[in-house]
């Protein structure tokens, strides 16, 4: 299971990610000193009720994606290579920016809300999200954003408003990534950052734009 959380006290500003510094926001256990490359696959034949996985560059599983079936509203639930879970995402209702919300392990209590993600504008011609943290409670400016081309598979997470970047979506250019087109793509974590953080970001991205009906 994750370990403490990543929160900041709101005096406290979110800080940037260095050499020296760990951005933890599920838990430190999944900051690598290292890049850590991961492979995101849909349809994966192994997973079961419509989930999909990430895997290292070796195919090992990492982490996987189930939906809750029959509930009043989306959710999913990100799980370890164990099937451990690890947070919670649900969609909050009567949200017009498509606002996810993520929570510890398989709660939705208050008191395990640990971050919230939502579209920073109701039209958008390209990928642009905006993550506020749990103590974040104004929301004036975000700690993270994601900007892009969903569409390409091709989109950046940056720290809060700045251009220090914590990851990076890629198209996979493999055999195997030709024969399952746009559902494999890859993922590089930035040194001393969350991966799991980062994975919750892209599976919450996919659900904000998979609806679109293809549009960018």
């Known amino acids: 299971m994750a370990g403490t959380s990543g929160y900041y006290p709101p005096q406290m500003a979110m800080p940037m990610p260095a050499?020296?510094?760990q951005v933890a926001i599920?838990?430190?256990?999944f900051c690598a000193p290292y890049p850590v490359d991961l492979n995101v696959v849909r349809k994966l034949m192994t997973l079961s009720e419509g989930a999909f996985g990430v895997t290292d560059v070796n195919g090992n599983i990492v982490f996987k994606v189930k939906g809750k079936l029959f509930s009043l509203r989306d959710r999913r639930v990100l799980l370890d290579a164990s099937g451990n879970p690890l947070v919670t995402f649900q969609?909050?209702?009567l949200s017009a920016h498509r606002r996810w919300q993520v929570y510890r392990g398989e709660s939705t209590d208050s008191k395990d809300f640990l971050f919230s993600v939502k579209k920073s504008s109701l039209l958008q011609f390209k990928t642009k999200l905006d993550v506020f943290l749990a103590h974040?409670?104004?929301e004036?400016?975000?700690d993270f954003r994601i900007e892009g081309s969903w569409l390409e598979r091709s989109c950046v997470?940056?720290?809060?408003n700045t251009n220090t970047i914590i990851a990076q979506?890629?198209?996979?250019h493999t055999a195997q990534s030709l024969l399952l087109g746009k559902d494999n793509f890859g993922v590089t974590v930035y040194p001393n950052v969350?991966?799991?953080f980062v994975v919750a970001l892209v599976v919450i991205l996919e659900e904000i734009n998979e609806d679109r009906s293809g549009e960018d």
């Open 19 to 21: 050499a020296n510094q």
């Open 26 to 29: 599920i838990s430190p256990q």
């Open 91 to 93: 969609q909050k209702m």
């Open 136 to 138: 974040n409670t104004k």
């Open 140 to 142: 004036d400016v975000c």
């Open 157 to 160: 997470i940056y720290a809060g």
């Open 169 to 172: 979506m890629h198209r996979k």
């Open 194 to 196: 969350d991966y799991a």
